[in-house]
């Protein structure tokens, strides 16, 4: 009989006992995830605070723009650093929006165009030309000045020559008034090595300036024409913005695609005078109050621009280009 007692009573403390260890494994369970819940919540804060860094540092440059905009009386800064280009930083779309931006704010004096510019697409240059034009009409008691830091060549000059007044370094490069298409032929190079080209066209000159067959007098004169065309509109565009300011007679050469120094430029009519973009807004302006308007890009279109970027890149291209050069 004590033995079935002592027997019951081992039973009983092993029950006890497992039941224990399961209540500890609950436990222990439920404070695990309690933990990787709470890490979870602090990474999913972690990421969003991180996300709106990120957010606040791309709308910075606007968001101060915005609010020193409306304190008080200011000249409007609109940048142009780099290659003119559809899809660049320095595209007519962007470009413009800073100018329209610039022009509909209340307190902006003036607008200085602050140009670094070694020129690039005439279509691109041209749209940002015509719209200093427009706006210069829109707003004519609204100075709009450019001023040239290390170059203002090619189209760089092209949207130059729209403002009423350019400022230069003596150093500063500007001109190259003129238009350029490049390529390569590898004919010859074929021959050498033995490969013969076949080529199937629908149209005489579907195939113009293919750099891997023989070059074609007619088409070579064709494109010149094109070329000569593109040239003359850039003159005119000139000789509109510039007026009797430029010396023609004196200077053959100035639409000869050729750059000047800073200093040749304002002796023969290129630029007016010289100054930076501090000197400019203070000496022809009368402030020191500036606003960039240059519209900045943003973080996921910079990267969807770059993966475009090298996606056309990786495919490759033979085709010529034109520039304003």
Known sequence: MENSKDYLRSIENKSEWERGVLEKLAFASINEQKIARRWGIFFKLLTFAYLTVVLVIASFPQLMETIGSGIKQHVA???IHGVIAQGEGVSASTIMEGLQNAAKDSNTKAIILNINSPGGSPVQSAYIYDEIRRLKKLHPDMPI???????????GYYVAAAADKIFVSPASVI???GVIMNGFG?????EKAGIDRRLLTAGDHKALLDPFSPVKPQETAYMQTLLDQVHLQFINAVRAGRGDRLNEAGTPEIFSGLVWTGEQGVKIGLADGFGSVESVARDQLGTEETVNFTPQEHL???????LGASFAHSLGSLSNGVAVR
């Open 145 to 155: 000045y450019a001023v040239v830091g290390d170059m203002c060549a090619s189209g």
């Open 300 to 306: 996921i279109d910079r990267l969807a621009g770059k």
């Open 175 to 177: 001109g190259s008034i």
């Open 77 to 79: 800064i609109v940048d």
């Open 186 to 190: 590898f004919t010859g190079t074929m």
